[in-house]
Nanobody, 124 residues
Framework: QAQLAESGGGLVQAGGSLRLSCAAS????????MGWFRQAPGKEREFVAA????????YVTDSVKGRFTVSVDSARNTVHLQMNALKPEDTAVYYC?????????????????WGQGTQVTVSS
């Protein structure tokens, strides 16, 4: 069955960096676009970044533009989220997700498989 496993979260000081990874198994990775979402305590889940099938197109939300980069390692069925210049407001559980839809998708409704999430905490 499909599994998405996130890793790379942790505690970091403001201004620091983290690299999240999401390893996919049980799916034909090349058929799926991948996305990253996050959910802070007391808030709704929000879109962060997405990459289309085979990494042809990427998109990040405005609040992380210039700081976060999404990329795909097709050989390892893995998607990465490089997070630089982290801020305390980036603190959240980060989830990766997979969609069969074409292009980059920002709506969580488009995604059919989800990981368990990884905690990112940014201290001030």
């Amino acid at each position: 069955q499909a599994q998405l496993a996130e890793s790379g979260g942790g505690l970091v000081q403001a201004g620091g960096s983290l690299r999240l990874s999401c390893a996919a198994s049980g799916i034909t990775f090349s058929l799926y676009g991948m996305g990253w979402f996050r959910q802070a305590p007391g808030k709704e889940r929000e879109f962060v970044a997405a990459v289309s099938r085979s990494g042809g197109s990427t998109y990040v939300t405005d609040s992380v533009k210039g700081r976060f980069t999404v990329s795909v390692d097709s050989a390892r069925n893995t998607v990465h989220l490089q997070m630089n210049a982290l801020k305390p407001e980036d603190t959240a559980v980060y989830y990766c997700a997979a969609t069969l839809s074409m292009g980059v998708r920002t709506s969580s409704a488009a995604y059919v498989y989800w990981g368990q999430g990884t905690q990112v905490t940014v201290s001030s």
